[in-house]
Nanobody
Framework: QVQLVESGGGLVQAGGSLRLSCAAS????????MAWFRQAPGKEREFVAG???????????YYADSVKGRFTIARDNAANTMYLQMNSLKPEDTAVYYC?????????????????WGQGTQVTVSS
C-alpha cells in the first residue's frame, strides 16, 4: 500500500482559496490514479476530484459537478505529491478532505475503488 499524508487545510472566508497537498510514499506513485474525497458532518464521504496515473497516455482529470470550475487537481510525480487548488470557496465546501490512492492507474471515483486513504485535513469555510 501507499502511505498518504495531507496538509494545507484551515479556516477561510467564503470566496477565498486554499491549496491542499498530499505526500505519498511506499508504492510507485506514478502508477496510481489519485483522488480527493470529502466528508461533511452527518454526510457520506464523496468524490471531489481525481487524476489518472502518469503511465497513462493522457493523464486525465475528473471533477464532481459541485466543484467544477473552482477546484483544480494536479500531481508532481517527481515529488510524489498531489495537490488540490480550491478557489471561490463556499460554506458548503466545509468538510474533512481525504487524499486517496486507487487500485490501479485509473481515477478512483468511488469508495470501493480506493486502496489507501490519508488521515484527512479539515477545511472550514465561513460565510
Amino acid at each position: 500500500q501507499v502511505q498518504l499524508v495531507e496538509s494545507g487545510g484551515g479556516l477561510v472566508q467564503a470566496g477565498g482559496s486554499l491549496r491542499l497537498s498530499c505526500a505519498a510514499s511506499g508504492r510507485t506513485f506514478n502508477n496510481l490514479g489519485m483522488a480527493w474525497f470529502r466528508q461533511a458532518p452527518g454526510k457520506e464521504r464523496e468524490f471531489v476530484a481525481g487524476i489518472g496515473a502518469a503511465i497513462l497516455r493522457n493523464t486525465n482529470t475528473y471533477y464532481a459537478d459541485s466543484v467544477k470550475g473552482r477546484f483544480t487537481i494536479a500531481r508532481d510525480n517527481a515529488a510524489n505529491t498531489m495537490y488540490l487548488q480550491m478557489n471561490s470557496l463556499k460554506p458548503e465546501d466545509t468538510a474533512v478532505y481525504y487524499c486517496a490512492a486507487g487500485q490501479g492507474p485509473w481515477i478512483p471515483t468511488t469508495l470501493g475503488n480506493v486502496d489507501s486513504w490519508g488521515q484527512g485535513t479539515q477545511v472550514t469555510v465561513s460565510s
